[in-house]
């Protein structure tokens, strides 16, 4: 499977544990790997006012998304992307912690989920990277699957790094390895899985 945000070249890892499986490290999405993401032929956020201060964390924290046409427009992504696999059941208990994008009505959102592998009891907890953008004219939310370009990959990587994204990281990472810890068929299905993105195989 390719990524939230533009594949196997994405400048960071997001929520698809298959894509962290084909990296073989862990699995969570961890923004800022080291991975290549192409440039965007037409960028729209150009034409978008930039959001001032967005750079720091002190005017830009990381805060929990409420809206609940933003929080519908994350949910609709994971029941596609799912629908997209052969072996995810579900992702549930989805938790939204957005930060505000480069440019007005754009958002970087962090995304906290449980992912139930088939006939795997135990949920792997992944946290997924979205950017999203706000129509200015309609007024709606839509996940940005398209790449970006190397100003948004670039921004997404400092937002990404600030403490309180990095604190909600190594949460996660924690919670990762308890659950993989815990149970020997997760261990074995996810190294299943790690195998076949490896020999090109994977659905």
């Known amino acids: ?33 080291k991975m290549k993401m192409k440039a965007r032929k037409t960028n729209v956020a150009e034409k978008r006012a930039e959001n001032a201060g967005a750079e ?13 046409d933003f929080i519908r427009v994350v949910e609709e992504y994971y029941k596609k992307l799912k629908d ?27 995304v906290k989920y449980g992912m139930k592998i088939k006939d795997i009891y135990t949920e792997v907890p992944g946290l997924g990277t979205l950017y999203v953008t706000k129509d200015g004219t309609s ?12 100003e948004i990959q670039r921004y997404i990587e400092t937002v990404a790094a600030h403490e309180d994204v990095q604190k909600l990281m ?12 815990s149970d020997a068929l997760l261990q074995e299905a996810l190294e299943d899985l790690r195998k076949a993105y490896e020999d090109g195989t994977g659905n």
Do not use: H, W
């Open 1 to 33: 499977m390719k990524g939230d945000l533009g594949g196997s070249r994405i400048a960071f890892v997001v929520g698809c544990v298959i894509l962290v499986l084909a990296i073989g490290t862990v699995g969570f999405s961890v923004t800022g790997d």
């Open 56 to 68: 720091d964390m002190q005017t830009n924290p990381l805060r929990q998304g409420e809206a609940a």
């Open 170 to 181: 190594e949460t996660e990472r924690l919670e990762y390895q308890r659950a993989v810890q």
């Open 84 to 110: 997209k696999t052969d072996f995810v059941e579900t992702y549930k208990d989805i938790q939204i912690y957005i930060k505000d994008g480069k440019y007005q009505d754009t958002y970087v959102a962090f």
């Open 139 to 150: 007024g709606e939310y839509r996940i940005d699957t398209e790449t970006l370009n190397d």
